[in-house]
């Protein structure tokens, strides 16, 4: 049944959005809210936040509270207060600047360190390979192993200057923060929780990269 506008249900996610500075964090919430890329670059002190109403589906309005972290306050102690009540995360590397691959390990064990799910697990986080317009120099199968690794949802080649791949990691996201909601529900509320089976050995991806096919081979 659809609900009317005014019976839709809504919901506010908190959304972190990490990674080394000068990545395109703040290029990637910009494009995404407002369609707006500058090539000039003004690094973001402390913390930021763009807002942007969804309609999920006929039922569901969702509010995204995208924050946008400094890259240099990782060296801060200031990261548990802005990652307080925080749903869901991307974390962002150049792909042309190894440095910043080098960073996703430590902003995936901050987050990780300071904010986790009711359940003990960690809250639902995708890796974003940004500047995908210029030409990488990380190979494919290091990005899906540190992916895989760092138990990140989903790896996605973005670009904040052309606008591609924002709206699609962004979907994936919520899509996992709502089905991780389903399931603390369900299990707060002491239903039984069938144990997701392991995934196949033989499986050809170690997780769920959403690189392009032909550019997957190392
Ligand atoms: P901090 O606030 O210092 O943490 O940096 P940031 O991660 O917010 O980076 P920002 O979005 O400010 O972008 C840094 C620089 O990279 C700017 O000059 C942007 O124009 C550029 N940039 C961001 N995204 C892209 C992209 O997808 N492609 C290209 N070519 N340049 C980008
Ligand atoms: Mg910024």
Known sequence: MNLSVHQKKEKTFKI????????????????????????????????????????????L???????????QERFSCMTRVYYRGAVGAFVVFDVSRAATFEGVEKWKEDLDSKLLLPTGEPIPAILLC????????????KIE?????????SCHETSAKDNVGIDEAIKVLISKILQTEESLLTTLSGVHVPIQEEPKKNSTNCCACHLPRSKKET
């Open 16 to 59: 972190l959005v990490l990674g080394d500075v000068g990545t395109g964090k703040t290029s990637f919430i910009r494009q995404y809210v407002s369609q707006k890329f500058f090539i000039n670059y003004k690094a973001t002190i402390g913390s930021d936040f763009a807002i942007k109403d969804l309609d999920w589906d006929e039922n």
């Open 61 to 71: 309005r969702i509010k995204l509270q995208l924050w946008d972290i400094a890259g």
């Open 130 to 141: 940004n500047k995908c317009d210029q030409s990488s120099i990380i190979k494919k199968g």
């Open 145 to 153: 192993k540190l992916c895989h690794d760092l138990g990140f949802v």
